[in-house]
């Protein structure tokens, strides 16, 4: 659109959400409706999105809309406008950060009557949160507000009667988990720093995996496998960052141990190797952990449904069992540790399972996990 044309919607808009004065206080709800809607089908265009993020006050107008219009028509709408307008490269993107925009985004996520509404405004703010200087806005903004909105809507407590709703509230489900592995990935300090203290994210992530093997009604609907993946990703991601003597390592141990029936990936097994790698301080807090090592033992154990899974299920168990060896193998060499896993006895069956069959050779490593791991350990029974 030329400047013309843009300052002639943006002073009718301003008129939409309330002036002093002018047209705004004579507009019809349909003209209100029609206004919206020009500025939603013009965001929609990638030529104009720059012009428009740029042209003051335009983003917070639409803002405004969500939380002063009464109409859930024009609410819905306005979501779409800013879902579209965030659509932009990250060039674009910081312009979408404000605080009067975090908030709005925060109310379209809790909105309870459109499944719709709180995908656009899902997608919106996976879209703001790929600029990383803006995740640490998102983080910080009412002291993780945002992260606790994204959490509630990964969880899926909301259901629908309807399936084109409940299709759209699993849409919305793996935007929220996307959104939450872009953040973890983040090379901003903070945000990772905040998002590993925040209380309840790391076991919610945990939960969404466990979802099929709970019966509480309040766990919400089994997530797809898309939520899920993002969901142990984003486990894994924490696993690489937090270390002792962080608060959040508990947390995050007792969500790897949740997690660990979890099987269709890696990722959690994985997580485990990368946590006893990655500094030795680890090791000894995770081998005294309730239920740790049970849980490594599961995993570097051959499944009794091997013989039943297909060629890729079973590539995938193997891959798990050597991730849970390797992490067996690393907390093995931690003189103080060492005394913990000789006197588990599912540490030791795993490990001896493994010295007769194919996990006792790992493909690509000169030495071998398993005998080393049990010289460290039978001395130390």
């Given at each position: ?6 300052t ?25 409706f029609?206004?919206?809607?020009t500025l939603?089908n013009?965001a ?14 335009l ?10 219009e ?19 490269d ?20 809790q ?6 509404t ?19 806005r ?34 919305s ?10 953040m ?19 076991d919610?992530?945990a939960?969404v ?5 709970n019966?509480n ?5 089994v ?5 899920q ?29 949740k997690?660990s029936?979890w ?8 997580a485990?190797?990368?946590?006893a ?5 680890n090791r000894?807090p995770?081998a005294e952990?309730?239920g740790?090592l049970n ?10 449904n ?12 193997i891959?798990i ?14 003189q ?9 006895e ?19 490593h000169?030495?071998?996990p398993?005998?080393i ?6 001395p130390?029974?």
């Amino acid at each position: 659109p030329t400047s013309t044309s843009t300052t002639s919607t943006i002073s009718g808009f301003n008129g939409v959400v309330g002036a002093a004065s002018g047209t705004g206080l004579v507009m019809t709800e349909a003209a209100r409706f029609n206004t919206i809607a020009t500025l939603t089908n013009l965001a929609a265009s990638e030529d104009n999105r720059s012009t428009m993020l740029h042209t003051p006050s335009l983003v917070d107008n639409i803002a405004r809309i969500v939380q002063n219009e009464r109409s859930d028509v024009a609410r819905q709408c306005s979501a779409l406008a800013i879902m579209n307008l965030s659509n932009g490269d990250k060039d674009h993107v910081p312009e979408m950060a404000s605080e009067l925009l975090l908030e709005t985004l925060v109310l379209l996520l809790q909105d309870e009557t459109s499944p719709e509404t709180r995908r656009n405004a899902a997608v919106a703010l996976f879209n703001v949160a790929c600029a990383d200087e803006n995740t640490v806005r998102v983080v910080r903004y009412k002291d993780g507000v945002i992260l606790d909105a994204l959490l509630e809507m990964l969880l899926g407590r909301k259901k629908s009667d309807h399936d084109e709703q409940e299709e759209t509230n699993s849409s919305s489900r793996a935007d929220a988990a996307e959104t939450l592995f872009n953040m973890a990935c983040s090379e901003s300090e903070e945000t990772t720093t905040r998002m590993a203290k925040h209380a309840g994210l790391l076991d919610g992530l945990a939960n969404v995996l466990v979802q099929n093997n709970n019966n509480n009604n309040n766990a919400g609907a089994v997530a797809s496998i898309d939520v899920q993946l993002y969901c142990a990703a984003t486990l894994r991601r924490m696993a690489e960052l937090i270390h002792a003597p962080m608060a959040s390592q508990g947390p995050l141990l007792s969500s790897l141990v949740k997690a660990s029936t979890w099987t269709k990936a890696t990722d959690i097994a994985e997580a485990m190797e990368s946590h006893a790698t990655a500094a030795l301080e680890n090791r000894y807090p995770m081998a005294e952990h309730f239920g740790l090592l049970n849980a490594l033992a599961r995993m570097a154990s051959p499944s009794d449904n091997d013989n039943d899974t297909t060629t890729m299920e079973t590539a995938e168990s193997i891959k798990i069992r050597q991730s849970a060896i390797h992490a067996i193998e690393k907390l093995a060499r931690d003189q103080d540790a060492r005394t913990l896993l000789a006197n588990n006895e599912n540490i030791m069956m795993a490990l001896t399972q493994a010295s007769y069959g194919m996990d006792a050779t790992v493909e690509g490593h000169e030495s071998n996990p398993v005998q080393i791991a049990l010289k460290h350990l039978v001395p130390a029974m």
